[in-house]
């Protein structure tokens, strides 16, 4: 089978099992202008994979994202025997380790919800109403949605009755289920209650938060309006973990939080953790543990379970 031929039923491959695979399908592809496409798979050296990767200084996000879409690319080759070995450099230089997300306290998310504050933060931004940001803010937080799953709903999406929403073609192209609580409902059911103003398209259709014109939030928009938020309600991040909280945090924090509570009530940690996998959206575990060393706090409530475990008291 020839690289070409390879490379495409990799990425099929990938896509088949739910993976939306649009970054390292481009890459892969772009690959292909490095390397013969017509040839067999070992038939690619080192040197060519170097001249795509393209670089010997510091290590780049989009040079990381070359490198791993080739790694996974012959390690899917080499376990079906279209290559013997991959010819990856053996010195590529790692890249720095992330910062970890920021996770926002209790007092700061009261203050980047109150509405006054919110009112005062989108001065400027014409097509994005006060009431339509906080609500966006609300969904990240209290059912943590991605910014483009929460921008992407329409009102047909929002069962009041049920107090679910559904949300489609996630990062993994599936949908999902996701109820909410009781305080978020109360603020979806008000915000759908008010009339829509003048141009917002009025049918199931139309996007449950939408600019002034009926149109799809941009994030530029949202991200500008954010920033100010951010200033006037002095949340600022701290020194030692990430300069600038993000909008996406909001949702890392759903996370942390719902997890700091399960410890609190003594719940199974353990066998929840697949329920909050599940209600995120994630392909798989993976990416929910990493959640699990997150804050101080989190971490405080973990070790008190394991504590009364050694005692001999309630079950870990």
Same mark, same amino acid.
């Given at each position: 089978?020839?690289?070409?031929?390879?490379?495409?039923?990799?990425?099929? =491959?990938?896509? &088949?099992? @739910? &993976?939306?695979?649009?970054?390292?399908?481009?890459?892969?592809?772009?690959?292909?202008?490095?390397?013969?496409?017509?040839? !067999?798979?070992? &038939?690619?050296?080192?040197?060519?994979?170097?001249?795509?990767? %393209?670089?010997?200084?510091?290590?780049?996000?989009?040079?990381?994202?070359?490198?791993?879409? +080739?790694?996974?690319? =012959?390690?899917?080759?080499?376990?079906?025997?279209? %290559?013997?070995?991959?010819?990856?450099?053996?010195?590529?230089?790692?890249?720095?380790?992330?910062?970890?997300?920021?996770?926002?306290?209790?007092?700061?998310?009261?203050?980047?919800?109150?509405?006054?504050?919110?009112?005062?933060?989108?001065? @400027?931004?014409?097509?994005?109403?006060?009431?339509?940001?906080?609500?966006? +803010?609300?969904?990240?937080?209290?059912?943590? +949605?991605?910014?483009? !799953?929460?921008?992407?709903?329409?009102?047909?999406?929002?069962?009041?009755?049920?107090?679910?929403?559904?949300?489609?073609?996630? *990062?993994?192209? *599936?949908?999902?289920?996701?109820?909410?609580?009781?305080?978020?409902?109360?603020?979806?059911?008000?915000?759908?209650?008010?009339?829509?103003?003048? @141009?917002?398209?009025?049918?199931? %259709? &139309?996007?449950?938060?939408?600019?002034?014109?009926?149109?799809?939030?941009?994030?530029?928009?949202?991200?500008?309006?954010?920033?100010?938020?951010?200033?006037?309600?002095? $949340?600022?991040? *701290?020194?030692?973990?990430?300069?600038?909280?993000? +909008?996406?945090?909001?949702?890392?924090?759903?996370?942390?939080?719902?997890?700091?509570? =399960?410890?609190?009530?003594?719940?199974? $940690?353990?066998?929840?953790?697949? $329920?909050?996998?599940?209600?995120?959206?994630?392909?798989?575990?993976?990416?929910?543990? $990493?959640?699990?060393?997150?804050?101080? !706090?989190?971490?405080?409530?973990?070790?008190?379970?394991?504590?009364?475990?050694?005692?001999?008291?309630?079950? %870990?």
């Amino acid at each position: 089978m020839t690289l070409r031929e390879t490379i495409e039923q990799y990425i099929n =491959w990938r896509q &088949a099992h @739910g &993976a939306k695979f649009t970054t390292a399908r481009n890459l892969l592809r772009q690959f292909l202008r490095h390397a013969d496409g017509d040839a !067999e798979c070992d &038939a690619v050296t080192k040197a060519q994979v170097q001249a795509f990767l %393209a670089g010997e200084g510091p290590i780049t996000r989009h040079r990381e994202n070359k490198t791993y879409a +080739l790694a996974g690319f =012959w390690r899917y080759a080499i376990s079906r025997d279209y %290559a013997r070995c991959a010819p990856l450099p053996d010195n590529e230089p790692r890249s720095p380790l992330r910062a970890p997300p920021y996770i926002y306290t209790r007092d700061e998310l009261q203050r980047l919800f109150d509405p006054r504050i919110v009112e005062i933060s989108r001065h @400027g931004a014409r097509q994005l109403d006060a009431v339509t940001f906080r609500t966006l +803010l609300l969904l990240l937080y209290g059912a943590g +949605l991605r910014f483009s !799953e929460a921008t992407g709903l329409t009102r047909a999406d929002v069962d009041l009755s049920e107090a679910i929403l559904t949300v489609r073609d996630t *990062k993994f192209y *599936k949908s999902r289920l996701v109820p909410v609580g009781s305080q978020l409902a109360a603020v979806l059911t008000t915000f759908m209650s008010a009339p829509p103003g003048d @141009g917002i398209a009025k049918g199931e %259709a &139309a996007f449950l938060l939408a600019n002034r014109d009926g149109t799809r939030l941009a994030s530029s928009t949202v991200q500008a309006a954010f920033d100010m938020l951010r200033r006037i309600a002095c $949340v600022h991040g *701290k020194p030692s973990g990430r300069q600038v909280p993000r +909008l996406h945090d909001l949702r890392h924090s759903f996370a942390v939080h719902r997890l700091t509570a =399960w410890y609190r009530q003594g719940a199974d $940690v353990q066998r929840l953790l697949p $329920v909050l996998s599940t209600y995120l959206g994630h392909s798989d575990l993976e990416g929910t543990k $990493v959640y699990l060393s997150m804050t101080p !706090e989190l971490l405080q409530q973990a070790s008190l379970r394991f504590a009364r475990y050694v005692e001999g008291g309630q079950d %870990a």
